[in-house]
């Protein structure tokens, strides 16, 4: 969660500045462009906030370019998904690359 002190705010302020050009970076639980699931929200109680903060780290963002996100394509191509897969077991996964040095 980003919050004073976290390792979110560690992660995006210290760690993906300096990460060097052509470096996988993976992020979990992430369901851009959607929300967090409801029942996670208002059963469980998560108050995440991680997605939120990736989602406006990429926005404008020249330098990280999304490789892949398991979420978004189970979501937006369920049918090629399961072409390949035979199962569908969705998924959170978002994968980035830096593709250019500042």
């Known amino acids: 969660m980003a919050k004073v002190g976290s390792d979110v705010n560690h992660i995006f302020f210290e ?4 990460i060097h ?8 639980d992430i369901f851009i462009p959607d929300e967090y699931p409801k029942d996670w929200v208002f059963k469980e109680n998560r108050g995440w906030n991680e997605m939120y903060l990736l989602r406006a780290f990429l926005m404008y963002n020249q330098i990280f370019k999304i490789v892949f996100s398991s979420y ?7 049918n090629k998904v399961l072409e390949k ?9 978002c994968w980035l690359r830096k593709v250019k040095e500042l």
Not at 72 to 78: A, E, G, I, L, N
């Open 15 to 18: 760690i993906m500045p300096r």
């Open 21 to 28: 050009k052509g470096v996988l970076i993976h992020f979990h």
């Open 72 to 78: 978004y394509v189970s979501t937006r191509f369920p």
């Open 85 to 93: 897969c035979k199962k569908m077991i969705g998924g959170g996964s």
